[in-house]
């Protein structure tokens, strides 16, 4: 997909553990997003990155911590699972401020 | 009330006919204007970009946005089987907000 992949692709964990999700792009893209679809709600912004090191919270941040310590890679922490936090995520990727966003292919993500 | 707000549907139309997805918003600030679509299982891919009021048509897609009444629309012509999907609108740049998604199925 365009050059941006995310991992893994499903996953299945317990409440109370910690998960990270990756997202790796080979675009040189400064500003990279996460964000959860869930039905009724559409898509929501959790964290975004407007460059290494620098990162901002969106929407739906409680419960999540992002790192990029590199500028092809974003990271996703969910620090203490939650069943709430059963979705499906995904990364996204821009380029300049009129290029709209290239999605990844999405982490179906479930927490038992 | 939602930032932006677009009919869930679903939406199902023949073959050919004319279709019209729409979403309304809240915050005059936007100035950029997306649809996406989506396929089941996938992520969502860029379809039709507009800065500010105005229309933009490519190919058989057509997007129009009226600022004045926070109103958005995209148009699908001759609309295909293969056109089936979810269609969502969004709006903004770096906290880009997106609308529900509204499913399309477009039946031979």
């Known amino acids: 997909d365009a050059g941006i992949t995310q991992s893994p692709r499903h996953k299945v964990t317990e409440t109370g553990t910690p998960v990270t999700l990756r997202c790796h792009q080979t675009?040189?893209?400064?500003?990279m997003y996460w964000y959860r679809q869930d039905p009724g709600h559409g898509l929501r912004l959790i964290h975004y990155?407007?460059?290494?090191?620098?990162?901002d919270k969106g929407e739906v941040s409680d419960g999540y911590s992002v790192s990029r310590s590199k500028t092809e890679d974003f990271l996703l922490t969910l620090e203490s699972a939650t069943s709430s936090q059963t979705s499906v995520y995904f990364c996204?990727?821009?380029?300049?401020?009129?290029?709209?966003?290239?999605f990844g292919s999405g982490t179906r993500l479930t927490v038992v | 009330q939602k930032e932006v707000e677009q009919d869930p549907g679903p939406l199902s139309v023949p073959e050919g006919a004319i279709v019209s997805l729409n979403c309304t918003y809240s915050?005059?600030?936007?100035?950029?204007f997306m649809w996406y679509r989506q396929y089941s299982r996938k992520g969502p891919e860029l379809l039709m970009y507009?800065?500010?009021?105005g229309n933009k048509e490519d190919g058989r897609f057509t997007a129009q946005v009226d600022k004045s009444s926070k109103y958005i629309s995209l148009f699908i012509r001759d609309s295909q089987p293969s056109d089936s999907a979810t269609y969502l609108c969004?709006?903004?740049?770096?906290?880009?907000?997106f609308g529900a998604g509204t499913r399309l199925t477009v039946k031979p």
């Open positions: 990155s407007y460059g290494v090191k620098d990162t």
């Open positions: 969004a709006m903004g740049v770096d906290d880009m907000r």
């Open positions: 675009e040189n893209h400064r500003y």
């Open positions: 507009t800065y500010s009021s």
């Open positions: 915050n005059s600030a936007f100035q950029y």
């Open positions: 996204a990727i821009r380029g300049g401020e009129e290029n709209g966003y290239t």
